[in-house]
């Protein structure tokens, strides 16, 4: 069946250091791809998606490369801020992009130090 | 875009005893959704909440667990069932708009749920 991969959390780094999440997934047929991150006390809210091989999603600073090869989406942000403290969330969808099931990975914990 | 409130935002409840947690939208929406998220899990999908139909449930919940209403196009409720220290998660509602030609899903701040 379908599922996503993330890395195990929690994940400490200084301010201005750089982030990778891996993410990989297992589907059938074309997934579209997301990150999803969830500030605390919030909601969950989309971070950034791609939904065909090769795109890159961005959105403040986060970046993420759909490589169908490696089926990965792992997520990148060159240098971080403690503002960026949350929990991070790889999802898919196989439907095309559409409404449908989200199928979440297990979230990674991420605690930015000044 | 699409802003989801839901009530209550937390609550501590006894087992046996049953909670309903609502969900509102700001818009008119057609796919409303309701996950749930266990302490260090994923978060996993409920069910479907159908306007003016029974809701689609996916594998191992059911209606008699998860009862759920969709009376309108902006509002659905989830009760949790002669509840059990199991219960006890994130409950969060989900709903899809059309975004181009594709769906986007936002979500609700989330119901914590504690069972005792």
């Known amino acids: 069946g379908n599922s996503v991969t993330q890395m195990e959390g929690p994940v400490t780094l200084s301010e201005e250091a750089f982030l990778t999440i891996n993410c990989t997934y297992t589907?059938?047929?074309?997934?579209?791809l997301f990150w999803y991150v969830q500030y605390p006390g919030e909601g969950l809210q989309l971070l950034l998606k791609?939904?065909?091989?090769?795109d890159k999603g961005s959105n403040k600073g986060f970046e993420a490369t759909y490589r169908k090869e490696t089926t990965s989406f792992h997520l990148e942000k060159g240098s971080v801020q403690v503002s960026d403290s949350a929990v991070y969330f790889c999802?898919?969808?196989?439907?095309?992009?559409?409404?449908?099931?989200?199928?979440f990975g297990k979230g990674t914990k991420l605690s930015v130090k000044p | 875009s699409a802003v989801i409130s839901q009530k209550p935002s937390r609550d501590i409840c006894q087992r046996g005893t049953s909670l309903t947690i609502q969900c509102q939208v700001d818009?008119?929406?057609?796919?409303m959704f309701w996950y749930r998220q266990q302490p260090g899990q994923s978060l996993t999908l409920i069910a479907t909440?159908?306007?003016?139909?029974?809701?689609?449930?996916e594998s191992g919940f059911v209606i008699d667990k998860f009862p759920i209403s969709r009376p309108n196009l902006t509002f659905s409720t989830l009760t949790v069932s002669n509840m059990s220290p199991e219960d006890s998660s994130i409950y969060l509602c989900?709903?899809?708009?059309?975004?181009?030609?594709?769906?986007?899903?936002?979500f609700g701040p989330g119901t914590r749920l504690t069972v005792t």
């Open positions: 791609a939904t065909k091989a090769d």
């Open positions: 999802a898919l969808t196989t439907y095309g992009g559409s409404q449908g099931n989200l199928i």
């Open positions: 589907a059938t047929g074309y997934p579209s």
């Open positions: 909440a159908n306007q003016g139909s029974e809701a689609t449930y």
């Open positions: 989900s709903v899809a708009k059309l975004t181009g030609r594709r769906y986007e899903q936002y």
């Open positions: 818009s008119q929406v057609t796919m």
